[in-house]
């Protein structure tokens, strides 16, 4: 606070919170569980509960659980039984763990994880890193966030992670959002499992359109695969294995226009490179779109594992599935990038932001447009927007360019 009694006021009011004191105790109780693996039998104490300490900008509900490792217990097993640590994961665990791998796009890098030392004399000291900055290539960030009980307020929540990052983001010139944007629709649930996200592990693949055997587009999709083997196993795409994979498939698909699919995949030390042809798709005429929230979207990458993707189609028959961010912005789908033409014909698609693919059709028309003198944005697109929308063109390889519209509403409301 700005002076002493708000401090004061600050301090009182935490420690009279009964939501804040249940969520403490339950992150109590799972450390406990957690040290209990690993611990001697009535060695597990709570020298302090839930007293206040301050920290920069906020005040904490802090206890102490201490126990006695038992004699057979090495560091490892350790760390294994108590990371990821019940304050940041939530209870029960690994069900935590699976709805928080669901609904975060993206690893959350040294956040949450530990920093600290292991050494011979002084033994194992770690924390667990929140509220960090952390640094790569120019780019600067900063993970916060708060416990959810069953009455939890959504704002409250997120005026609780704004208010702890707050502090720190001055010290760097940076300012939190103060209000958060009204999500449209809930994230997507087609059943009471969380829906995996797609595991690196099973690769990525590209689809390209083979013409009387030719590949009219090879640069375009070898360029966004190496991209993506660089950024997810560090490693060079062998391009040559790739391109002599990709042209045996396009010769033996024959005269006319076939589809060509090449997967890379990690085995050991090694990439594993595939690729078979099929028929070509037909392009739909007509294609509705169904809106689903996926907060993050898919990313930038083309996942082999499509389990995500299959679940979402599964839940809307006859429509294909349009994914859109926590934040309402209109992201892709499935099979292809959107584009969104106004009534003064400008058109508009989602920028390359991290969220979605960089679609080889799409930069093509965007250079073809912009060529013409056409008006063409980059830009976040509201899913409002696609109502009032004079078209909505979608583009792929394979299928080229398909014109679209949005299945009328309700979709699945906002819970909260």
Not at 1 to 29: C, N, Y
Not at 336 to 360: C, F, H, K, Q, Y
Request: with cysteine; glycine share 10%.
């Amino acid at each position: 606070g700005p002076d002493e009694v708000a401090d004061h006021e600050a301090r009182q009011e935490l420690l009279g919170s009964e939501k804040d004191r249940a969520e403490h105790v339950m992150i109590v109780d799972l450390v406990r569980n957690d040290l209990g693996r690993v611990c001697r039998a009535g060695t597990i104490t709570v020298p302090a509960l839930a007293q206040t300490r301050e920290a920069p900008g906020v005040w904490h509900l802090v206890s102490d659980v201490d126990g006695e490792l038992r004699d057979d217990v090495d560091d490892a097993e350790l760390l294994r039984a108590t990371f990821p640590p019940g304050s940041v994961a939530g209870a029960p665990k690994v069900a935590a763990m699976r709805v928080v791998h669901e609904l975060e796009s993206t690893g959350r890098e040294a956040y949450t994880g530990a920093i600290g030392l292991v050494s011979p004399l002084a033994g194992l000291d770690l924390n667990v890193a929140i509220r960090t900055f952390e640094e790569r290539d120019g780019a600067l960030w900063l993970g916060a966030g708060g416990g959810i009980v069953a009455d939890s307020s959504g704002e409250d929540e997120a005026r609780e992670a704004s208010d702890k990052a707050s502090p720190l983001l001055a010290v760097v010139g940076a300012v939190p959002p103060r209000e958060t944007a009204r999500v449209p629709l809930a994230p997507a649930r087609p059943g009471p499992v969380p829906l995996p996200r797609p595991d690196p592990e099973a690769g990525v693949f590209e689809t390209l359109l083979a013409r009387d055997g030719g590949l009219p587009q090879l640069d375009s999709h070898l360029g966004r695969l190496a991209a993506s083997v660089a950024a997810l196993w560090g490693r060079p795409l062998p391009a040559g294995e790739v391109i002599a994979a990709v042209r045996m498939a396009a010769h033996h698909a024959g005269a006319g226009d076939h589809r060509v699919r090449v997967d890379v995949r990690p085995d050991g030390g090694r990439l594993v490179i595939r690729a078979i042809h099929g028929p070509l798709p037909a392009p739909e005429s007509d294609v509705l779109l169904r809106p689903v929230v996926v907060p993050g979207g898919m990313g930038p990458h083309k996942w082999a594992d499509r389990r995500m993707w299959d679940a979402l189609a599964a839940a809307s028959p006859g429509a294909l599935p349009l994914l859109v961010d926590l934040d309402g912005s209109v992201l892709e789908t499935a099979r292809a990038n959107i584009v969104v033409v106004s009534s003064d014909d400008v058109r508009t698609t989602p920028p390359l932001d991290g969220r979605i693919l960089p679609g080889t059709t799409r930069a093509q028309l965007l250079a073809r447009w912009r060529a013409e003198g056409r008006r063409v944005e980059e830009r976040a697109i509201h899913l409002d927007e696609l109502a009032g929308a004079a078209g909505i063109l979608l583009t792929g390889a394979l299928r080229g360019v398909e014109r679209a519209r949005l299945a009328p509403g309700p979709w699945p409301a906002d819970p909260a």
